[in-house]
């Protein structure tokens, strides 16, 4: 299973990268906007280039729109996509997008189809051509509808007519969450980086950990 981080922050991805198992990143205009006091055109671009560099090959890097007319997001995303050849434009489940996402993929520019919480509206993210489909399984369990149920109908959609199309699992808020995925075989989830980090750490292999090291050291050379 691939590991998206979904953040804009570059502390974050370097400490993710580190851990040799960052596969790609997603930012949404909310998490851009919590590394900025003003924005300043220049300087996102800039962000942007800079998570791309630290990206390995395979990786890319997704950056939403912030227009929502079909011209204005197709002018917006080709604009995003010639920043970097990592870059994936993300386009979010509307009437405008969905025309947006068969625009951009038909001429060559790969596209997240983000908000995406229900089964039809995966099923014409992935007839527009989308790359990556973002179903946000979190925000569907805050209103106690059960994301994980979603995923397994939108896989099972994809395998009916064969599409092509990568389900990269968002909004995922924990450990279970990232279980749960990789127990149906979704392609990809992005998390944050405190969601990652709760994979590594057990009370029970600290303690493990402390007895071994205090039981070898009890012992004077
Ligand atoms: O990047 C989109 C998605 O992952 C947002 O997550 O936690 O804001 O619902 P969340």
């Given at each position: ?208 950990l402390d007895k071994f090291l205090n039981d070898y050291n009890k012992?004077?050379?």
């Amino acid at each position: 299973m691939k590991f998206f981080l979904d953040t804009a922050n570059i502390k974050d991805i370097k400490k993710a990268k580190s851990l040799g198992i960052l596969d790609g990143i997603t930012t949404n205009p909310t998490l851009i906007s919590k590394e900025y006091l003003v924005y300043d055109e220049k300087k996102i671009i800039k962000h942007y280039i800079n998570i791309c560099n630290l990206l390995e090959d395979e990786s890319d890097l997704s950056v939403e729109v912030i227009s929502n007319t079909y011209i204005e997001m197709i002018k917006e995303g080709k604009k995003i996509s010639k920043l970097h050849p990592k870059i994936v434009v993300k386009i979010p489940m509307t009437e405008d997008g969905i025309k947006a996402i068969k625009y951009l993929s038909n001429n060559g520019i790969k596209t997240n189809c983000t908000l995406v919480f229900s089964p039809l509206q995966a099923l014409l993210a992935a007839k527009s051509g989308a790359e990556y489909v973002s179903p946000f399984i979190g925000r569907l369990d805050d209103l106690s509808y059960n994301g994980i149920f979603l995923l397994k109908e939108i896989m099972n959609i994809y395998k009916n007519y064969n599409f092509k199309t990568k389900i990269l699992a968002a909004s995922i808020r924990n450990p279970i969450h990232i279980s749960e995925c990789a127990k149906i075989g979704i392609y990809a989830v992005t998390a944050p980086i405190k969601v990652i980090r709760t994979l590594i750490e057990n009370p029970l292999t600290k303690i493990g950990l402390d007895k071994f090291l205090n039981d070898y050291n009890k012992k004077k050379y």
